[in-house]
T-cell receptor, first 112, second 117 residues
Framework: QQQVKQSPQSLIVQKGGISIINCAYENTAFDYFPWYQQFPGKGPALLIAIRPDVSEKKEGRFTISFNKSAKQFSLHIMDSQPGDSATYFCAAREGGYNKLIFGAGTRLAVHP | GAGVSQSPSNKVTEKGKDVELRCDPISGHTALYWYRQSLGQGLEFLIYFQGNSAPDKSGLPSDRFSAERTGGSVSTLTIQRTQQEDSAVYLC???????????????FGPGTRLTVT
């Protein structure tokens, strides 16, 4: 059973555009939602994270929007750059446990 | 400071052989996790260690998989009698002690790419 559903599977954006990746979940016990960025041959790097008591968090060009009632959250990358080309994973942590449940990933390509 | 380190970076083994993968967490981090990433897939939780508490082994796929953490620092993931379906990247992560600031944040190492032939 896929607890965190991520879409799209792949995304192509022009330089300067906005990249949007979406995730949905069912488990209301999730209490922490991070996004990770992974380049080929590297481990995932923590990008930005949000708790369910906040509807939006912004760090530089990266913004998480969180909709608790819809059980959805999304990553927005503003002014996308070719260097942002990577695979992005959303994840969720269940309160009381420490493991992260990951989405299947989105491969982003930013074309110059 | 130094991040999470893993060794070897690549391991090729024959089906049926045992392998050991090593993880060195960030200094001072008491929580340590192992995940598995199959080709083109998301990460799958395997096992979690926190201090001296009993590990959470709920993600281990079979009894061929085991892990140890010695002295609260370095961890070894052992796969016995490897199968071709074990081929994947094995990732280790660490985080500060549960209940402390930043304890939810997991920092990953570069992974070990295991290929079973």
């Amino acid at each position: 059973q896929q607890q965190v559903k991520q879409s799209p599977q792949s995304l192509i954006v022009q330089k300067g555009g906005i990249s949007i990746i979406n995730c949905a979940y069912e488990n209301t016990a999730f209490d922490y939602f991070p996004w990770y960025q992974q380049f080929p041959g590297k481990g995932p790097a923590l990008l930005i994270a949000i708790r369910p008591d906040v509807s939006e968090k912004k760090e530089g060009r990266f913004t998480i929007s969180f909709n608790k009632s819809a059980k959805q959250f999304s990553l927005h990358i503003m002014d996308s750059q070719p260097g942002d080309s990577a695979t992005y994973f959303c994840a969720a942590r269940e309160g009381g446990y420490n493991k992260l449940i990951f989405g299947a990933g989105t491969r982003l390509a930013v074309h110059p | 400071g130094a991040g999470v380190s893993q060794s070897p970076s690549n391991k090729v083994t024959e089906k049926g052989k045992d392998v050991e993968l090593r993880c060195d967490p960030i200094s001072g981090h008491t929580a340590l996790y192992w995940y598995r990433q199959s080709l083109g897939q998301g990460l799958e939780f395997l096992i979690y260690f926190q201090g001296n508490s009993a590990p959470d082994k709920s993600g281990l796929p079979s009894d061929r998989f085991s892990a140890e953490r010695t002295g609260g620092s370095v961890s070894t993931l052992t796969i016995q009698r490897t199968q071709q379906e074990d081929s994947a990247v094995y990732l280790c992560a660490s985080s500060p002690q549960t209940g402390t600031v930043g304890s939810y944040e997991q920092y990953f190492g570069p992974g070990t790419r295991l290929t079973v032939t």
